[in-house]
C-alpha cells in the first residue's frame, strides 16, 4: 500500500478521487451545494444549450409559410363563427322582444325581417324588408317595433316589402292621445321629417291634449290594431293653413336607424271596415 | 515560456468538452438512433488519455465524468469517479505499454464505453427495477454504438490538437 502511494501520481489521483467521492456522498446525502455550485458554474452553459434549442427549433420558411396558411384560413373560419355568433345573439335578442310583442298582444300575427335597403331618395325614410307575400305580408300590413308604430307595407312583391314610415305624409293613421282620448290622424309632416318627427293632425280646437302626452293607434279602420304606441307630443301647434291644431309627436323609435321590424299579418278587427264594405256592395 | 502551447492544449479541450457538454444537452440538436443520444464525453476524455499524462489525463476524466453526471442528474456520482480512474490508467498504459494507434483508441473506447453504460444500466436501472433486458436492448445498445462511432472525429480532433499544440 505504502509501494501505491509512493507515486506522486497515483497520491494526486487518490486525493481526487476521495474528492469527488466526498462531494459525491454529500450530493446524495442530499446536501444542495454540490448541484448549487455546479448549476451556478454551467450557467451560461445552460443558457447557450437554450438558445440553441430555440434556434433548433424554429422553423423553416416554407413551413412559416405553410403554419401560416392554416393559421389564416383557422382565423377566416373562427371569423365566420363569430360573425354567426352575433347574428345568432341579435336574433335571440330580436326574438325575445317579439315574444314580449305577443304576449302582451295574443291576437297578433307577427312576422320578424330585416331592413335591407334603404331609398337614399326619399327623404321620409322609407326602407325595404326583407320579406314579401311569400311570406305572407300584405299591402298595408302595419310595420312595428317593440317600440310602437313606425310604418305600413306600401308595396310589395315575393320577396320583399317596402314600408312607408310614418314620417311620410303618405302614411295616415286614426290615433288618439292614450290619457285625454283627443283623436287625431298621424301623419308625417315634411317640416319635421328630417328631425325624425311625426304630428298628430286634425286635432279639435277644443282637445286638452298637452306636451308629453303618449299618442296610440285608435284602432279604427281596421288598418292598424288599437293602442300601438306612436310616440309622446313634443309639442303642439296650430295648422297655419286651415288654423287647425296639430301635436308635433316624437316616435319613440329612432325610425332613420331601424334595422329589424316586425310586420302584422294578421290582428284581432283586421279589415273590419272594408269588410263591411265589401258586404254592404254585395 | 516553455509549456505555453500545453496550456492552449489543455483551454481548447476543456472548449471542447464545454461544446460537446452543449450538443449532448441540447435537446433536438444530436438526432436520437433508436431511442439513444451519444455519451461525448466517454470518448472525448478517453481520446485526450491516449495521449496525455496521467494528472492531466484524470482531471480530464473528472471534468467530462462531472459534466455527464450534472447531464443526468444534479449530482456526481458513477461517472466522474469512473472516468476519473479509467482516464488515469489509460494513459498510464499508454503512455508506457501501448502505442496509440486509431485501432488501439476504437478497441479501448468501444470497450470501455459498452462496460461503463452497461454497469450504468446493472446498477441504476435494472438493480432498481426500473428495466430488463429488452429496455437495455432497446435503447442501450444504440447508445453504446453510437458513442463508439462518435469516437471517430473525437480521436482525430484530439490527436490534431495534440500534435499541433506541443511543446517541443
Redesign the interface.
Known sequence: MRDFFADK?RR??AI??AV??F??VM??MGNPW??SA??YM?KG?SS??AA??SA??EKTYDELVEENKKLSKEAADLRTQLVDYYDLKDENARLWKYYNITKSNPDFQILPANVIRRDSNDEFYSFTIDAGTNSGIELQDPVITENGLIGFVSSVNAASGKVTTVLSPDFQAGALAKKTSDNGIVTGNSSYSDQGLTTLAKIDAAAKIQKGDIVVSSGIGGIYPANLIVGKVRELRIDEYDATKFAVVEPYEDIKKVTDVVVLTDFKNKGEVKQAATGEAR | MERRFTVFRFIAYSLEL?LL??LQ?????LPEIYGGKPLLMIPAVMTIAFMEE??PA??FG?AGG?LLD?GYS????YY??ML??IC?VIS?IFRDYMVVSFLNAMGFTALITAALVSLYFIFFIALAGKGGLMYYVSHYISRIVYTIVCTVPLYFINKFLFRNLMDF
Open positions: 501520481n494526486i489521483l481526487a478521487l469527488v467521492i462531494v459525491a450530493g446524495a454540490v448541484s455546479f448549476n454551467t452553459l447557450v444549450s440553441v434549442t433548433a427549433d | 464545454l457538454f452543449v444537452t441540447t435537446p433536438s440538436l496521467q494528472i484524470m482531471f473528472l462531472a450534472f444534479d449530482t456526481l456520482g466522474t469517479i476519473t480512474i488515469f498510464f
